[in-house]
């Protein structure tokens, strides 16, 4: 059978753990949720893979580049701007089935 102390230090363990273990292993698990590479296909469908939404400010869109550098490119010259997951592959366009 545990002591009295023993069984006051357990409940105490427990209760740090519950109290802040818990709580933090919870938002480490949302915020790697929120991390995601995006990509910026330009008119002449050259790709540009950044870590961070690029932001649309005044006819540019602004990015952090791989150096960690702000970088912009003009606006004129973006085809698309979406998560690495949903970019579409220009490569991939309808072909026409040959028929015999």
Not at 30 to 53: E, S
């Amino acid at each position: 059978m545990l002591s009295p102390s023993c069984r006051t230090r357990c409940f105490y363990r427990e209760l740090i753990m519950r109290k802040t273990l818990l709580p933090t292993l919870a938002g480490l698990f949302l915020l790697a949720g929120c991390a995601r590479n995006y990509v910026i296909v330009q008119t002449d469908f050259t790709r540009i893979n950044v870590n961070n939404k690029p932001k649309y400010k005044e006819g540019y869109y602004y990015y952090r580049d791989a150096r960690g550098q702000e970088t912009r490119i003009s606006a004129g010259r973006v085809r698309e701007v979406a998560p690495a997951s949903m970019v579409s592959d220009p490569n991939s366009q309808f072909k026409p089935v040959q028929t015999k």
